[in-house]
T-cell receptor, first 109, second 113 residues
Framework: GQNIDQPTEMTATEGAIVQINCTYQ??????LFWYQQHAGEAPTFLSY??LDGLEEKGRFSSFLSRSKGYSYLLLKELQMKDSASYLC??????????WGAGTKLIIKP | IAGITQAPTSQILAAGRRMTLRCTQD?????MYWYRQDLGLGLRLIHY???????GKGEVPDGYSVSRANTDDFPLTLASAVPSQTSVYFC????????????FGPGTRLTVL
């Protein structure tokens, strides 16, 4: 079967750094996405990785290791507005997105 | 219209009733998707359409039907609603059907009693 695992919830302090991990087992791999979803709102695109390595975009970075079936999202200089759920999704061999249940990130002052 | 709109925003429905959730996009995207999101579960694909005139089944299609008569609209119909269909429904679109970056509508919160 296909499976994507993320921690259910994480807590971090404003101004700090947090790493959200995602491991996956899917039928084929054609890229990995991270989305942000604030409570009661729609998911919005954050990043996309298809090759191994780190992709940096401002305060957010995403890393991929295809051999390990592993990705992480790194958030730096945390702000209160970063409190949200972060969704990991893998594009499988049929080019459909398989979604993790999401990690709820709580930022404390 | 800017992006993707969904209607209604929320709805309470009696079991056994028929219901159509509406989705319209103005980005001229080829592909559109319907997901349901339940607490503790990831987004689950119900149906998708890679281009106008074609549709396909996703992970959880039973009890739902879709149509794609034109590029902009992708309605989702529940023929006879059941309580297990209580969920938040998101419509999304992408430029192509290869599962690239998807843009989501604001969602419809549906409660079936």
């Amino acid at each position: 079967g296909q499976n994507i695992d993320q921690p259910t919830e994480m807590t971090a302090t404003e101004g700090a750094i947090v790493q959200i991990n995602c491991t996956y087992q899917t039928s084929g791999f054609n890229g990995l996405f991270w989305y942000q979803q604030h409570a009661g709102e729609a998911p919005t695109f954050l990043s996309y990785n298809v090759l191994d390595g780190l992709e940096e975009k401002g305060r957010f970075s995403s890393f991929l290791s295809r051999s390990k079936g592993y990705s992480y999202l790194l958030l730096k200089e945390l702000q209160m507005k970063d409190s949200a759920s972060y969704l990991c999704a893998v594009r499988d061999s049929n080019y459909q997105l398989i979604w993790g249940a999401g990690t709820k990130l709580i930022i404390k002052p | 219209i800017a992006g993707i709109t969904q209607a209604p925003t929320s709805q309470i429905l009696a079991a056994g009733r028929r219901m159509t959730l509406r989705c319209t996009q103005d980005m001229r995207h080829n592909a559109m998707y319907w997901y349901r999101q339940d607490l503790g579960l990831g987004l689950r694909l119900i149906h998708y359409s890679n281009t106008a005139g074609t549709t396909g089944k996703g992970e959880v299609p039973d009890g739902y039907s879709v149509s794609r008569a034109n590029t902009d609209d992708f309605p989702l119909t529940l023929a006879s609603a059941v309580p297990s269909q209580t969920s938040v429904y998101f419509c999304a679109s992408s430029d192509s059907g290869d599962g690239g970056e998807q843009f989501f509508g604001p969602g419809t919160r549906l409660t079936v009693l």
